[in-house]
């Protein structure tokens, strides 16, 4: 008998290409994303040498300022456990308190990095009120108030730009550094004040009006404290995009040309009292104000395209899968691997690039030459201008796509859901014979 011829059958490996290939495809862009996160560390690298030269101008200029006081302190005669006498200080608070001020914004270069400092003149007025009673309410019958002294805490004393004058009903008393209690505040300038005595033991109840012009410098931001029983701060600048912060947001017109905005705080939106001795309130913690805010900066823009790296990648291997597909054209893996360190690559452009003009032109400069590099390497791949000029178009869409969600803050997650959306229903479009093209 003749022997019977068996069929020849296909090797696992020949009828299961396309699936080991698409396998092989996501194990290599899994691996790019170790490349794709040493970028990562780079882009957070350059953004902490960016800080570090804020932190080295602030320290030339004049760093974050936050504005406490005034506060007038008295002190007096305490006895500690083991029977020795020290002296400890009560404090109070203005009735009224009311700032004004301008903010004018600089900015300054330290290297290759962009640093926004201001100028600020700021009128500081307002009046005590009801000290005797609120002295009788702490029940401390020994207050020197002859040794009486007002205190304002300035953060950074750097950024004071001229000599200071208290004008004390009617009486103008120079202040000087640093302040003779530290219980409240570490940094401040303070001046001794005359308080009408009907004896050292007796505080006659009166108003008394203060006020100070403060020209202060610094970087970033300005804040204040509520420290008034009534406080109401009003600042302009022409800084057309502030961050409101701290404990309360307030009243504020915005335009092209600046902001004016407009804080009115009470006592009864604060967690410390108008007057006390011996607790210690951390009064800075109830602060209010802004920041000159530069939005996203180009290291965080940087950071959240870098975020995106396994779209990056992804859709671009895939690509290239669905070419080799449908139009029969071999690729080694190898061709891939360069291919995604091509796309690697193009976050080192970016930063490189933002660093010296701005982010949106490096943006699409660094996607012009990653696109021009890989289109003509795909020209040479499948022998085809036509396929590479397909490839571009495709990685031409990816870049405008991340482009458009790097811009967006508020619809970001929109903009990517809908986007990612598409771009699945589209690989499933494509993909829906694959399995035919597989077994054929």
């Not at 019958?141 to 304002?152: C, D, S, Y």
């Not at 080192?348 to 021009?372: D, G, Q, R």
Request: hydrophobic residues 45%; charged residues 20%; glycine residues 8%.
């Amino acid at each position: 008998m003749e022997e019977q011829q068996r069929p020849n059958r296909p090797s696992f490996f020949s009828s299961n290409r396309l699936s080991i290939k698409g396998a092989l495809l996501v194990f290599m862009t899994l691996l790019l994303l170790i490349p794709a996160k040493i970028v990562e560390g780079l882009i957070e690298e350059r953004s902490h040498r960016q800080q570090e030269a804020v932190n080295e101008v602030g320290k030339k200029w004049g760093n974050e300022q936050t504005l406490v006081g005034p506060v007038i302190s008295v002190p007096y005669y305490d006895v500690s456990k083991q029977g020795h006498r020290i002296t400890s200080y009560a404090h109070f608070l203005p009735s009224k308190l009311k700032v004004n001020g301008t903010v004018d914004p600089e900015k300054r270069r330290r290297g290759i990095f962009e640093v926004i400092v201001y100028k600020s003149d700021l009128k500081v007025e307002g009046s005590f009120k009801h000290l005797s009673k609120n002295a009788k309410e702490l029940g401390i019958p020994n207050l020197q108030w002859e040794n009486a002294f007002l205190r304002m805490g300035i953060s950074d004393l750097r950024g004071i730009k001229e000599e200071l004058f208290l004008n004390w009903d009617g009486q103008e008393i120079p202040f000087e550094a640093g302040s003779l209690s530290k219980d409240l505040m570490s940094s401040a300038v303070s001046a001794p004040i005359q308080l009408p005595l009907d004896s050292l033991d007796q505080l006659q109840d009166v108003a008394h009006n203060f006020s100070f012009s403060l020209a202060l410098k610094g970087a970033s931001s300005l804040s204040f404290c509520p420290v008034g029983k009534e406080n109401a701060v009003e600042i302009s600048s022409p800084w057309n995009s502030p961050s409101f912060q701290g404990s309360y947001l307030p009243e504020y017109e915005l335009d092209k040309n600046g902001f004016k905005a407009k804080w009115n705080v009470l006592a009864l939106n604060r967690p410390f009292p108008q007057a006390w001795s011996g607790n210690t309130y951390l009064l800075e913690q109830s602060s209010f104000g802004f920041s000159l805010h530069q939005g996203v900066n180009n290291y965080q823009k940087s950071l959240r395209s870098a975020k995106y790296a396994i779209l990056f990648i992804g859709l671009t291997f895939l690509g290239f899968f669905f070419v080799e597909m449908l139009y029969k054209k071999g690729t080694h893996p190898f061709q891939y691997a360069l291919v995604g360190f091509a796309l690697c690559l193009f976050y080192t452009l970016l930063v490189s690039f933002s660093e010296h003009i701005n982010f949106n032109a490096s943006y699409w400069i660094s996607t012009a030459m990653t696109i021009a590099l890989i289109c003509l390497y795909a020209m040479g791949i499948f022998k085809s201008k036509r396929l590479g000029g397909a490839m571009g178009g495709i990685l031409l869409g990816i870049y405008s796509f991340i482009f458009v969600i790097i811009q967006l803050e508020d619809l970001a997650l929109l903009a990517g859901s809908l986007g990612l959306f598409f771009i699945l229903a589209v690989v499933m479009f494509f993909s829906k014979r694959m399995n035919e093209k597989e077994v054929g």
